[in-house]
């Protein structure tokens, strides 16, 4: 699967893509310039992400390039996929296809996510 900052509007600590950037980016996708482009995974929800967009940085395309302390962006985003899986087994689980279900975010590390502590 193809995932794009867009999908978030947002990068790096509280900033939100530009503009310029997020043109930049459906520009990609209309001229077929990231369709043919390379990716790398994005760990936990294991999107595709690509590496490079004409006019858009590197730390865009791939958010944990933006944070100046990786650790803590790790941690962050463990905590989304905790979250994720949370929300998805209380609630979804019973309706959701083996497919979906296999598709979770795959979890660095167990995390309590209502008191946000490692368990």
Avoid at 38 to 49: L, S, T, V, Y
């Amino acid at each position: 699967q193809l995932a794009c900052p867009l999908d978030l509007g947002c990068h790096s600590v509280g900033k939100r893509i530009s503009i310029k950037h997020t043109r930049a980016l459906i520009d990609g996708i209309h001229n077929g310039e990231l369709a043919a482009g390379e990716f790398e995974n994005f760990p936990i929800f294991n999107f595709a992400i690509p590496k490079k967009c004409t006019g858009v940085p590197s730390e865009i395309l791939n958010p944990r390039l933006a944070w100046a302390d990786k650790d803590k962006f790790d941690e962050t985003l463990n905590k989304l996929g905790a979250a994720f899986v949370k929300n998805m087994n209380t609630k979804y689980a019973d309706k959701a296809t083996p497919a979906i279900l296999a598709a979770a975010p795959k979890l660095i590390k167990e995390v309590d996510v209502a008191i946000g502590r490692e368990g």
